[in-house]
Every structure is written in structure tokens, then in C-alpha cells.
DNA sequence: CGTAGGACCTGTAGCAGATACAGGTTCAAG
DNA sequence: CTTGAACCTGTATCTGCTACAGGTCCTACG
């Protein structure tokens, strides 16, 4: 399988497959004769777990982490689950925070009379209050 | 005011007031005669300004965009208020995406046992099924 | 068999949004 | 007059890609 066909199938960029490559997440594949990269279904898999990992929000960082952990062959369900978790806790605290942010811009819109005068309640926040600390 | 003083007191990074300046969002400062930068209190302001509307998340695109209206001098309380709701739209729909992901990771932690056996449905999830579409 | 044009190859630059560092100058206190 | 903190400059680094330029290969069509 050949690149375009590899990050079809995949559903990556073209372009990211080199790319992981290069940050060592996707293994260097053989060549052909005239150079060409030649994947394997295995490298298939591997990227779609990259991708599908990365749609979850996982950083490189922690994708490479579970990925480390299957490739030790060692892992445990146990390790796995407590790096879900922790990345579950880190979603959750920047839902927090755009919750806050989100209620915060609300009231500024609601005081804001959207009325034709250079006066606007916002601009003054941003100014002159402490909106968000 | 020096630039170690004026990122204090709008607790910015040092360095990110020069890069501020070099973005053209802070004006540059006179210098003083050895060539130290020496800030107004308007640059202050400015840089609050900057500052708050990056914790509420606005792009730096759209900080530039809130200080061309209020440089121009001929901005409405409309145009802001349009701005800051179609910000509060995508923060919205920012909550919304990562609120789905947290069901998703929730539900793989939920399936997984945390046995101390390498089988684990989080990694079979990534890497056979179809978790998030 | 020749050629057209797609798919690939390489390295490098660019985006946001900072942050960090090296190697040099200036300033202010003692 | 010295010390050392704060400043100056340019450039490199980080994350996670994406996009290009300029060249090579592969395959289908005639």
C-alpha cells in the first residue's frame, strides 16, 4: 500500500503520515525499488489508532504513551484506563473553563444594548474591570 | 515604565509583550537614551486590554479585530457585541465537541475492567472500532 | 515503446501563540 | 567603581500539522 492509499484509508492528511514518521509514532516502512514507501496493514492499524486517539482529544505526547505501553507488550488494561482517566479529567477541566468563559462573554452581550454609539459595556470590561480574575 | 514593570502589572509574560509589539498589537514604545523601551499607562491599558480578551479566549486575530474598531474610533456597540457573540458561539460549540468526547472516553473507561491483564477494550476501541464516528 | 500526468520523493517554510535562550548592553544600588 | 539585575537583539523551540518547490517514479494510453 502506498502513501495516498494508506492516509485514505486511514482518514489522515497525506502529508501527516510523513509526519508521524518523523515524531517516530509510525514506524518507517520498506521501500519499493524506485523509493516509494510500502505499507503494511499493520501500519494501517497503527495509524488509525494514532487518528482515532487523536479525534479523543489525546495529545501526541499521550498518544505516544499508549502507544509505548502496546508496543512494550507488557501493558496492563489497568494503565490504560488510568491514562483515559486522566485525560478524561483534563476534558472535563476544559469544559470548566470554557463554561465559565462562555457565561462570562454571555453577560457582557446581555449588558451590551447593541446600541450605534462608540460606548459599549465591553470594551470597557476589557479595559477597565477584572472580568475572568 | 520598563517592560519588566508593565508585564507585571498586566500580567503578561515579559516576552510576550515584545512579541505583542512585533505583531503590531502594541504599539512601540519611545525609548529611553540607552535604549530601553519605556512604556505610557496607555500601553498598559492596551495590554490588559490584550491580555483579558485572550482569557476569554478571542484569537489574537480577533483581539486585533476589537482594537482596529476601537483604534478607528468609529466603532459601535453593535459591532462589538457581534463579535463577542459569534466568539460565545464557537466557545459554545467548542463545549459542546469536547462534552461528547468526555461521554465517549467516559463510557471506554466505564467498559474497561482494570484488570491486570494486557486485553483492554480502550485499546481495541482505538484500534479496531469506529468510537467517535 | 514513448509520453503524459498523476502520485510520489526530499527538504523546508509557514500557521497560532507564545516561550526560552545566547551573548551582549545598560542601569541603579552600594 | 563595581556588581548584578534588568534590559537589548535575534533566533530556536514547542505542538500538530499543512503547504510548497523542485525533482523522480509509475502507470495507463496511444
Not at 14 to 32: D, Q, S
Not at 50 to 59: M, S
Not at 98 to 118: H, R, S, T, Y
Request: glycine letters at 10%; a positive charge.
Amino acid at each position: 500500500m502506498r502513501r495516498g492509499e494508506l492516509a485514505e484509508r486511514s482518514g489522515c492528511h497525506i502529508e501527516t503520515v510523513r509526519f508521524y514518521e518523523k515524531r517516530g509514532l509510525l514506524p518507517t516502512p520498506p521501500r519499493t525499488v524506485g523509493g516509494h514507501r510500502d505499507y503494511a496493514p499493520e501500519h494501517l492499524r497503527r495509524l488509525t489508532f494514532i487518528r482515532r486517539a487523536r479525534e479523543l482529544g489525546f495529545t501526541l505526547r499521550e498518544v505516544r504513551g499508549l502507544l509505548d505501553l502496546v508496543d512494550g507488550g507488557d501493558w496492563t488494561c489497568a494503565e490504560v484506563r488510568k491514562m483515559t482517566l486522566e485525560h478524561l479529567a483534563s476534558v472535563r477541566r476544559k469544559i470548566a473553563a470554557l463554561q465559565k468563559l462562555g457565561a462570562i462573554l454571555d453577560d457582557m452581550a446581555a449588558e451590551c444594548d447593541g446600541g450605534a454609539v462608540p460606548e459599549c459595556p465591553i470594551i470597557d470590561a476589557l479595559m477597565e474591570r477584572t472580568p475572568a480574575g
